[in-house]
């Protein structure tokens, strides 16, 4: 087993790969951007070490080099990837291998033909997987918007590089084409480091199925059953379930083995997962295989009480399933589960990514209810450098309909006040009878455009604690009565003022008449003796006002000519001493001597 593991990802499943780490008694690493010093999912590691640039916080995410080095500096024997960044690049595989730390995922052989989906189609037509009809990869649009009449309208544009949605485009017909290919390539670009796009037929309305698969150094592999992952908004999944609802157990079962005879066609090692589509028709396609954790495993572990990932940790240890108490007939799948993706998207605004600082953050629990965040506390900054996701929450049960009812129940609980979220959209979603029956497809959000007509909510109690702490600390006496026009500049002494001796007060007449007559005229005197304490005040303030000896020495001439009214002035006071000892290391008795 590894003694310590570097996570080379953020976030919540950092947090996920921590906690896995630690439950087998590994010591973990993390590494983070400036941007994310104060992200929560630091103080999950034992240990964590600063890497990339200031200003290019993604960069530092992707940099093989800075993160090998990261995993040198702090002698860790693995790496993990987790899903997104340099989960599916083979260079990093490569660079952990070069290098003698162990990557925990597959090889970067493995990465490299699983990482281009089209060469993935290909090897899925060798192991006898039904798929689509597509074109060859390439980086240039006429080429592509040529092959396009070969497959046929509407395809999709998809990235060779992609994950996630990114990349990704449908197009109806050839006069968007040119425009889809433009944007997809640079989005892949930015997202993946390579523009290369592939065309593929379009199936109409079919649903997302995706089997979990497991497979170990010595060719054993198991299928962990499917997942329906059809809810997606613009290609990126909002809800997923497992098992896939109303799926024919025929079906489920041809579908479970063309995934595992996948895995072993390409000699696959660890967790990943086949992806299908579903026709209306019941015939089903190879799509692509996500050589990784997914965002969504966690319904998986729920509804097979599997742990993923600590599973991944300990084959890439050496382990096989075996060792790990795991078979094709010991996996059972046990009731239900759905996760819901809370983001930080306004659904109101086109689902816009929101950002600001999250003033409440309040979650749910109880039975039957996971949790799985990251960077997600009151006070934590949302910025626009990330995904959008706060928090997953998985919930299961019995059957879809008691999944569906306690992550209903789950949502309502939770508060989330800063930022925009799509908790009523989710709402909306897993209430919809539509769902509930598991009559899903990918256009199901598309169809159903009164999901996004909810309730927002007023946010009563944020606003009124808002307004009396308002009240109390800045206003305590009501709205200001009389407004005080700031001067534009300073008072500044002249120079004839300012070369001139200063004007005689108090002490000069104490001198001229000695103490007795001065005594005498100052019970004599109607007007109000002034003594002034601002000095004493400042000086002994020092914590709140950061008022030193030399700054008094610069003011005192200015008040010694503008202000000789004033009875005395009082330069020291008790707390002086001990602000001039312990602060400002002056000798205070040294500054009451010489002061003028």
């Known amino acids: 087993m590894f003694r310590k593991i570097l996570v080379a990802n953020r976030g919540e499943i950092a947090v996920r790969a921590f906690r896995a780490?630690?439950?087998?008694?590994?010591?973990?690493?993390?590494?983070?951007?400036?941007?994310?010093?104060?992200?929560?999912?630091?103080?999950?590691?034992?240990?964590?070490?600063?890497?990339?640039?200031?200003?290019?916080?993604?960069?530092?995410?992707?940099?093989?080099?800075?993160?090998?080095?990261?995993?040198?500096?702090?002698?860790?024997?693995?790496?993990?990837?987790?899903?997104?960044?340099?989960?599916?690049?083979?260079?990093?595989?490569?660079?952990?291998?070069?290098?003698?730390?162990?990557?925990?995922?597959?090889?970067?052989?493995?990465?490299?033909?699983?990482?281009?989906?089209?060469?993935?189609?290909?090897?899925?037509?060798?192991?006898?997987?039904?798929?689509?009809?597509?074109?060859?990869?390439?980086?240039?649009?006429?080429?592509?918007?040529?092959?396009?009449?070969?497959?046929?309208?509407?395809?999709?544009?998809?990235?060779?590089?992609?994950?996630?949605?990114?990349?990704?485009?449908?197009?109806?017909?050839?006069?968007?084409?040119?425009?889809?290919?433009?944007?997809?390539?640079?989005?892949?670009?930015?997202?993946?480091?390579?523009?290369?796009?592939?065309?593929?037929?379009?199936?109409?309305?079919?649903?997302?199925?995706?089997?979990?698969?497991?497979a170990d150094?010595?060719?054993?592999?198991?299928?962990?059953?499917?997942?329906?992952?059809?809810?997606?908004?613009?290609?990126?999944?909002?809800?997923?379930?497992?098992?896939?609802?109303?799926?024919?157990?025929?079906?489920?079962?041809?579908?479970?083995?063309?995934?595992?005879?996948?895995?072993?066609?390409?000699?696959?090692?660890?967790?990943?997962?086949?992806?299908?589509?579903?026709?209306?028709?019941?015939?089903?396609?190879?799509?692509?295989?996500?050589?990784?954790?997914?965002?969504?495993?966690?319904?998986?572990?729920?509804?097979?009480?599997?742990?993923?990932?600590?599973?991944?940790?300990?084959?890439?240890?050496?382990?096989?399933?075996?060792?790990?108490?795991?078979?094709?007939?010991?996996?059972?799948?046990?009731?239900?589960?759905?996760?819901?993706r809370i983001t930080t998207e306004d659904p109101a605004n086109g689902f816009r990514p929101d950002t600001g600082t999250i003033s409440v953050y309040r979650t749910p629990g109880g039975a039957g209810i996971r949790l799985d965040g990251g960077v997600v506390f009151a006070g934590a900054t949302v910025g626009a450098h990330f995904d959008s996701m706060l928090v997953k929450v998985t919930c299961r049960g019995s059957d879809l309909r008691s999944a569906a009812r306690r992550a209903y129940r789950a949502l309502t609980e939770f508060r989330v006040r800063g930022v925009s979220t799509n908790i009523r959209f989710l709402e909306a979603v897993i209430t919809d009878p539509d769902f509930l029956a598991g009559r899903t497809t990918t256009s199901f959000i598309d169809e159903r455009p009164h999901l996004l007509r909810y309730h927002i909510p007023a946010d009563r109690g944020t606003k009124l604690l808002t307004y009396l702490a308002e009240m109390s600390v800045n206003r305590p006496n009501g709205e200001p009565r009389t407004y005080l026009r700031p001067r534009r500049k300073l008072p500044v002494l002249s120079p004839e003022v300012a070369s001139a001796p200063p004007p005689s007060g108090s002490r000069q007449r104490l001198l001229e008449v000695g103490p007795v007559q001065w005594a005498a005229e100052l019970r004599a005197q109607t007007a109000v003796a002034v003594t002034d304490t601002t000095f004493r005040d400042a000086h002994q303030s020092l914590l709140a006002t950061r008022v030193r000896t030399r700054d008094l020495l610069h003011v005192a001439p200015v008040i010694a000519r503008t202000l000789p009214q004033l009875f005395t002035v009082e330069a020291w006071g008790g707390a002086t001493y001990d602000v001039a000892l312990r602060f400002l290391k002056e000798d205070a008795w040294q500054q009451v001597s010489c002061s003028p």
Not at 60 to 75: Q, T
Not at 262 to 274: C, D, E, P, S
Not at 277 to 305: A, K, S, W
């Open 217 to 340: 150094a010595t060719g054993e592999v198991i299928h962990l059953y499917e997942r329906d992952c059809s809810v997606q908004r613009r290609h990126q999944k909002v809800v997923e379930i497992a098992p896939a609802p109303n799926l024919d157990p025929e079906l489920r079962q041809q579908i479970c083995d063309d995934a595992v005879k996948f895995a072993r066609h390409i000699n696959y090692l660890n967790a990943g997962t086949v992806e299908f589509l579903l026709g209306e028709d019941g015939r089903y396609v190879f799509i692509e295989m996500n050589p990784r954790i997914q965002v969504e495993h966690t319904v998986t572990e729920e509804v097979t009480n599997i742990d993923l990932v600590s599973s991944q940790i300990r084959i890439a240890g050496g382990e096989t399933l075996a060792d790990l108490g795991l078979s094709q007939d010991a996996v059972q799948v046990r009731g239900a589960a759905l996760q819901c």
């Open 21 to 214: 780490a630690t439950e087998l008694g590994i010591t973990t690493v993390a590494v983070f951007p400036y941007e994310d010093r104060h992200a929560e999912y630091r103080a999950k590691s034992d240990e964590s070490y600063e890497i990339g640039e200031r200003g290019h916080p993604v960069r530092a995410y992707l940099d093989v080099a800075g993160i090998i080095a990261a995993a040198r500096h702090a002698d860790a024997d693995a790496v993990y990837p987790g899903y997104g960044f340099l989960s599916e690049n083979p260079d990093l595989a490569q660079a952990c291998e070069d290098a003698g730390i162990a990557f925990i995922g597959p090889t970067h052989e493995i990465l490299k033909l699983t990482g281009n989906k089209a060469r993935a189609i290909e090897a899925a037509r060798e192991a006898g997987l039904p798929t689509l009809k597509g074109s060859d990869p390439s980086d240039d649009i006429d080429t592509l918007v040529a092959a396009a009449e070969e497959v046929g309208f509407p395809v999709f544009v998809k990235a060779v590089s992609g994950g996630g949605g990114r990349g990704m485009r449908r197009v109806e017909e050839r006069a968007g084409l040119r425009d889809a290919l433009g944007e997809a390539m640079r989005e892949a670009e930015s997202a993946f480091g390579d523009s290369r796009m592939y065309l593929e037929q379009a199936v109409m309305r079919p649903r997302h199925i995706e089997v979990q698969v497991l």
